[in-house]
């Protein structure tokens, strides 16, 4: 038996569900399959998938309710579900996201996208998987040997962030610059040396809920229309769901959500005012802001320094927390920090 991994298929259409598994079988996948919704969930709760590709338009039960139904399901919340569909509005796609799919592929599909997406959504699954097996292995242990757990987070958690980078090369590095720019501001505020560790980590993974929007969403070069920019705003909420059942020692998950709140309420996903911002958020989103305005994007060259250090100076209090956008002009101004990744 195959190690690779255990999938689903399910499409209405014979010829389309033969192709498919055909297509995934010859790449060494346990692939089974249903016709229909009804069977599908049957097939998933009898003996769970790692992952589930799964057509929209059905009679009976469509795949918009059959993905809700599994993801309600105890057994099956957290088999991670990729539609493949012809359905290319960008309505349908938010739909998608919205009963809790992770991706979307849309027919007539090229092989390679297809099991691009599926290797990918299959590797984010077993190191998350491996990470709440870790962490609940060194806890049995009574963290032993802490140190060792800590580099082996460290080592997963960043195998997880580069699984975003792999999908959208525009922001290689992103998330380290972030990270090495909120630990300088952390302790340029002199924070415990356990807070900075755990806003380190944050920072790693701060965008991994990206990996669940479409990757021609991720690196479109023009401005993105209203439905594209709600799905991009739903990175917060995916990367927490990703993370929210790891018990790490920190609240990675929270920070994560939190990173594009704003002091005044006009943040997203929740709308949370400064009291209500962790202290780590507000250091996060304070790094990504001025490393995101000097890199450079599908849709523009980056902007500078200045004018990144300006646009958090403007913002002071408004949106930025005064005192983690005033450690971080000082780094920048009077002790020399630069990004060095």
Same mark, same amino acid.
């Given at each position: 038996?195959?190690? &690779?991994?255990?999938?689903?298929?399910?499409?209405?259409?014979?010829?389309?569900?033969?192709?498919?598994?055909?297509?995934?079988?010859?790449?060494?996948? =346990?692939?089974?399959?249903?016709?229909?919704?009804?069977?599908?969930?049957?097939?998933?709760?009898?003996?769970?998938?790692?992952?589930?590709?799964?057509?929209?338009?059905?009679?009976?039960?469509?795949? #918009? =309710?059959?993905?809700?139904?599994?993801? @309600?399901?105890?057994?099956?919340?957290?088999?991670?579900?990729?539609?493949?569909?012809?359905?290319? !509005?960008?309505? !349908?796609?938010?739909?998608?996201?919205?009963?809790?799919?992770?991706?979307?592929?849309? &027919?007539?599909?090229?092989?390679? %996208?297809?099991?691009?997406?599926?290797?990918?959504?299959?590797?984010?699954?077993?190191?998350?998987?491996?990470?709440?097996?870790?962490? +609940?292995?060194?806890?049995?242990?009574?963290?032993?040997?802490?140190?060792?757990? $800590?580099?082996?987070?460290?080592?997963?958690?960043?195998?997880?962030?580069?699984?975003? %980078?792999?999908?959208?090369?525009?922001?290689?590095?992103?998330?380290?610059?972030? @990270?090495?720019?909120?630990?300088?501001?952390?302790?340029?505020?002199?924070?415990?040396?356990?807070?900075?560790?755990?806003?380190?980590?944050?920072?790693?993974?701060?965008?991994?809920?990206?990996? $669940?929007?479409?990757?021609?969403?991720?690196?479109?070069?023009?401005?993105?229309?209203?439905?594209?920019?709600?799905?991009?705003?739903?990175?917060?909420?995916?990367?927490?769901?990703?993370?929210?059942?790891?018990? #790490?020692?920190?609240?990675?998950?929270?920070?994560?959500?939190?990173?594009? =709140?704003?002091?005044?309420?006009?943040?997203?996903?929740?709308?949370?005012?400064?009291?209500?911002?962790? /202290? %780590?958020?507000?250091?996060?989103?304070?790094?990504?802001?001025?490393?995101?305005?000097?890199?450079?994007?599908?849709?523009?060259?980056?902007?500078?320094? +200045?004018?990144? /250090?300006?646009?958090?100076?403007?913002?002071?209090?408004?949106?930025? +927390?005064?005192?983690?956008? !005033?450690?971080?002009?000082?780094? #920048?101004?009077? &002790?020399?920090?630069?990004?060095?990744?």
């Amino acid at each position: 038996m195959t190690d &690779k991994g255990k999938i689903l298929a399910v499409d209405d259409t014979p010829a389309s569900l033969r192709l498919l598994t055909d297509i995934l079988k010859a790449e060494g996948y =346990e692939v089974r399959s249903a016709i229909s919704g009804e069977l599908a969930l049957h097939a998933a709760t009898s003996n769970p998938p790692d992952l589930v590709l799964l057509d929209i338009r059905m009679p009976q039960m469509d795949g #918009f =309710e059959v993905c809700r139904r599994l993801k @309600a399901d105890p057994v099956t919340s957290d088999v991670p579900v990729i539609f493949v569909s012809a359905a290319s !509005e960008t309505e !349908e796609k938010v739909r998608g996201f919205e009963v809790g799919a992770v991706d979307f592929v849309t &027919k007539p599909y090229q092989r390679d %996208e297809l099991l691009a997406r599926v290797r990918t959504h299959l590797e984010l699954n077993r190191l998350r998987n491996h990470l709440e097996v870790l962490v +609940d292995e060194r806890t049995v242990e009574l963290r032993e040997s802490e140190s060792k757990l $800590r580099a082996s987070l460290l080592d997963s958690i960043t195998a997880l962030a580069a699984i975003v %980078e792999l999908r959208d090369p525009y922001t290689a590095g992103h998330q380290r610059r972030v @990270a090495q720019l909120a630990v300088a501001i952390a302790h340029e505020l002199t924070l415990p040396d356990e807070q900075v560790e755990g806003i380190h980590l944050a920072s790693v993974v701060h965008d991994v809920g990206k990996v $669940r929007v479409p990757a021609e969403i991720l690196t479109k070069p023009g401005k993105l229309t209203g439905n594209e920019f709600a799905i991009i705003k739903e990175h917060s909420q995916n990367g927490f769901d990703i993370l929210k059942t790891i018990d #790490f020692p920190w609240a990675i998950a929270q920070i994560v959500l939190q990173h594009h =709140e704003r002091l005044d309420g006009s943040g997203y996903p929740q709308g949370l005012t400064s009291s209500q911002i962790l /202290l %780590e958020s507000k250091i996060v989103a304070v790094a990504d802001v001025v490393e995101s305005m000097t890199s450079h994007r599908p849709y523009r060259a980056g902007l500078g320094l +200045d004018v990144a /250090l300006a646009e958090v100076e403007q913002h002071k209090g408004l949106l930025f +927390d005064p005192l983690v956008v !005033e450690a971080c002009v000082r780094l #920048f101004r009077e &002790k020399d920090f630069h990004f060095t990744v």
